[in-house]
């Protein structure tokens, strides 16, 4: 393997025009990204084509080539250690020096992204404790007790997994605040501080009042009637207030003198961050969060069958845009608001879809020893909730299998809504989305037909399509077996391929 991960990361190197030419370097959970200083010296069908790569792209002006998870932590490693003295692979670095060449959308995008990145193992954590404890409490799974009941020893066990997951929950506006702070520049501690403000115990329990149990406390603010309701479930303002606390603990640190900046410049932020946030941020940010949950509300009850499949049938084009790193948020809201996130289903269906295509895809090149390769690497990753590997790597590369995947998830989603399947948490898909799966209405036989149905169609729609493109993909299918062949020494093997 040490092997395997020189001889690739000397395939980069030589890909994108010497290692001279990349200005930064880093990665997330499938891909190795680069910074090029000058992105015409780059050779893209060599990128695609390096040892133990699943494919490559570019976005934003940043070369993103997919490992899969895992492999991509091994293969930035080897990386670093072949090119230490020559490569920065500061984060916070590469985002700044990318971010001049992206539009103002992308910006957008890739900072959400980076926010829910960072917290993202917590909410992980949570949704996983909340599905066991789900798991363990719900009646009528394994007959008419549920499992605590049938195993009264496990009840404090069970207790403590129920406060572990409802604690992240609660105080998840302060994780999200503390990130976003750290994310647009300014000191963590204070986006952690403003956070402890949003869930204060003095204020008014913000689903109390909602629900009228409770009665929050008016106060004469400047002439204006405030209400002092925390922030519980707030996770788009907190992500806003994050960004003004940011960005005022930058103005400060910068205005103030030396000799007082220490004690005045966290004081301002925080008391000018607070006037914001229950003045401007809060009530704005409330309309906003909302919004967006009574429109998929909307969508779900108006819309009914066809909302789930429109949703389920675009869910992964949305994942090439990268507009699918808003989608925490959005659930977090939701899962807030009512209790449950019946998206989450929705996009772990479309995800296994793209899975199922890509395994038709595979059927239709058995022969293709790379796309056997890059297919079964790339719908492991998709079991685990990770679909970049599909779809950069088969579905999109070929496009018949990326409309198959598509068809497969919106019949997937249509199942959904039949089956009224939800979850009772977000941030996992795949096989892990199977432990935050609601268990109502016999959730988890549902979850598995759907994903099987899913996968299935995701196949057969494939394999259908692919007739249409039998000329395009038998031609793909000579040229790599060609390739193996040796063709330059070899005649035998060329006439071969070429019958095959």
């Known amino acids: 393997m040490e092997k395997d991960l020189k001889k690739t990361v000397a395939e980069i190197a030589e890909a994108v025009g010497g290692v001279e030419n990349i200005e930064k370097v880093t990665h997330c959970a499938t891909r190795l990204r680069l910074v090029l200083k000058d992105n015409s010296a780059m050779n893209l069908e060599e990128a695609e084509n390096v040892s133990l790569a699943k494919g490559a792209f570019v976005a934003g002006d940043q070369l993103q080539i997919i490992f899969g998870a895992g492999l991509v932590n091994q293969v930035y490693a080897e990386f670093l250690k072949s090119f230490n003295q020559t490569i920065d692979d500061t984060q916070p670095q590469v985002t700044q020096s990318n971010k001049k060449k992206q539009n103002p959308i992308q910006s957008f995008i890739k900072s959400i992204s980076d926010v829910f990145i960072e917290i993202m193992p917590s909410i992980l954590a949570a949704a996983l404790l909340m599905g066991l404890t789900s798991l363990l409490s719900t009646k009528g799974l394994f007959g008419s007790e549920s499992i605590v009941e049938m195993l009264p020893q496990i009840a404090g066990l069970n207790r403590i997994i129920s406060i572990a997951s409802s604690g992240i929950f609660t105080f998840l506006p302060m994780i999200v605040a503390y990130s976003a702070t750290k994310r647009f520049g300014g000191r963590p501690a204070l986006g952690l501080a403003i956070g402890a403000i949003m869930v204060h115990p003095n204020l008014g329990d913000a689903f109390q009042v909602a629900s009228g149990s409770a009665s929050a406390e008016l106060v004469d ?221 016999q959730g988890y036989l549902h979850f598995a037909i759907s994903h099987l149905l899913a996968i299935g169609l995701g196949i057969t729609f494939t394999l259908i399509l692919g007739k249409f493109y039998n000329k395009g993909t038998n031609r793909d299918v000579i040229t790599e077996e060609a390739r193996e062949a040796d063709i330059e020494n070899d005649a035998e093997a060329i006439i071969k391929a070429v019958e095959e």
């Open 221 to 441: 603010l400047f002439g204006l009637n405030v209400e002092l309701v925390g922030f519980q479930g707030g996770i788009i303002i907190a992500l806003m207030i994050g960004f003004v606390v940011a960005k005022l603990d930058n103005f400060f640190n910068r205005v103030l003198p030396d000799i007082i900046k220490f004690v005045l410049s966290p004081m301002l932020t925080i008391l000018i961050s607070s006037l914001l946030l229950f003045i401007v941020i809060g009530p704005l940010g409330r309309a906003l969060g909302d919004g967006l949950t009574n429109s998929l509300l909307w969508m779900a009850e108006h819309l009914g069958i066809f909302g789930y499949m429109i949703f389920a049938g675009v869910q992964q084009i949305i994942v090439i845009t990268g507009l699918h790193h808003t989608f925490g948020a959005i659930e977090g809201q939701l899962l807030s608001n009512t209790g449950r996130d019946f998206l989450n289903p929705l996009m772990s269906v479309a995800l296994v879809a793209q899975g199922g295509a890509v395994l038709g895809y595979m059927l239709l090149n058995r022969k293709n020893k790379k796309i056997r390769e890059i297919s079964i690497s790339a719908f492991t990753s998709v079991l685990f909730g990770i679909s970049e590997p599909a779809l950069f790597g088969v579905t999109l590369k070929y496009k018949f299998p990326l409309v198959a995947g598509c068809l497969a998830g919106a019949v997937g989603g249509a199942y959904v809504h039949l089956s009224k399947l939800t979850a009772v948490g977000y941030g996992t898909t795949g096989l892990p989305g199977f432990t935050i799966v609601d268990p109502a209405n």
